[in-house]
């Protein structure tokens, strides 16, 4: 192959990806009441799996089952304690490299419900906050907030995280359609818009004004107000106990317009120490999932695989009550992943949609 040839390839490869990149967007249709992917209307039905409670070695054994349960989406948090051990010390290598596990996730055929933090609950130690931020006690810092000290750690955290990330975004070639703000902020005391406001912006900083921001909180209307922030798209979580018309309603308060979206729908639920193992019936499931597909709802089964903490990762729930090392959350594919009833029958429910 002479130089020529090569560069007329070259040439030709270059315009190929540009016009590939050109015609992949994603955006919220507010007139239509509906996320377009690529000029058409979509719809997720993801399920949550975090790269972290399973070894990397079984990432891709997971997403198939995931994928072969129906599932178009998955949604991921992305633990800060993981990935920055030590102050201005990062670890994105092995179990922590996301990057390889979102390659996968797009190999496979997904996309990508992003949840970065900074906080991000998930049962995990500290909400998934680096220890350290308290190694100077509690008087220095307010975690969640826009003071000062704990601002400066997140900026330099997603200084390097969302760079990293950027690759990943759907407008660039990757897998991610949406990125959450914060976790579930309504419910925090601090209901502090300046922090909220900060993180969009830096959101807006590195990945740009057109990738499609959210927020989550339950369907309770003190907590979306402080749970929502200009810019992001305000959506709710909300199991079987709660109506899907209620949740909605309270949805649209905040989002007049736009796809009605449950970002955490829980097919299962949390165990602590000493108590039972939690279970939600799958007809109960089923009933709330039917009612939430009618209504042109993009749901999300947190978890659809929980997996296992890890070493002391587990978290815990004030005063102090500790989650166990299984985080099986009665969950679609049970902890060792094993195919469940209820996997069998969510699965049939999303081929009949």
């Excluded at 902890?335 to 029958?345: C, F, R, S, V, W």
Aim: net charge negative.
């Amino acid at each position: 192959m002479n130089l020529i040839t090569k560069i007329l390839l070259s040439f030709l490869a270059s315009i190929l990806i540009e016009f590939s990149l050109s015609d992949r967007s994603f955006y919220i249709d507010y007139d239509n009441d509906t996320f377009v992917k690529d000029s058409k209307p979509f719809r997720y039905i993801s399920g949550s799996i975090h790269p972290y409670r399973v070894p990397k070695q079984l990432w891709e054994d997971r997403l198939r089952k995931m994928w072969t349960g129906g599932l178009n989406a998955i949604q991921i948090y992305i633990f800060w304690n993981e990935h920055e051990p030590q102050p201005g010390v990062y670890d994105f290598e092995g179990q922590n490299n996301i990057f390889e596990f979102l390659e996968l996730a797009q190999k496979i055929g997904f996309v990508v419900v992003l949840r970065p933090g900074p906080y991000v609950c998930a049962e995990h130690d500290y909400g998934g906050l680096p220890w350290w931020l308290l190694a100077n006690g509690t008087e220095t810092i307010v975690p969640r907030s826009s003071e000062e000290n704990y601002m400066n750690a997140v900026r330099r955290y997603f200084g390097v995280l969302l760079p990293k990330l950027t690759p990943y975004l759907y407008k660039n070639g990757g897998p991610i359609i949406t990125v959450q703000v914060e976790n579930e902020y309504g419910s925090y005391y601090t209901c502090d818009k300046k922090y909220t406001g900060e993180l969009r912006d830096l959101f807006k900083l590195y990945f740009g004004n057109d990738t499609i921001l959210f927020t989550t909180d339950p369907p309770r209307v003190l907590g979306l107000t402080c749970g929502t922030v200009d810019g992001a798209y305000a959506t709710v979580d909300f199991g079987v106990s709660i109506s899907p018309d209620d949740a909605f309603e309270k949805q649209r308060k905040f989002s007049k317009s736009g796809p009605l979206v449950n970002s955490e729908f829980y097919p299962g639920w949390l165990d602590f120490w000493g108590t039972p193992h939690q279970k939600v019936p799958t007809d109960q499931i089923l009933k709330s999932f039917h009612k939430q597909l009618d209504m042109g709802a993009n749901v999300n089964f947190y978890m659809y695989f929980g997996g296992t903490n890890f070493g002391f990762s587990n978290g815990a729930d004030p005063p102090y009550l500790a989650e166990p090392t299984s985080y099986d959350y009665d969950a679609p594919l049970s902890e060792p992943a094993d195919i469940t009833n209820k996997y069998l029958a969510i699965r049939d429910s999303i081929s009949k949609a």
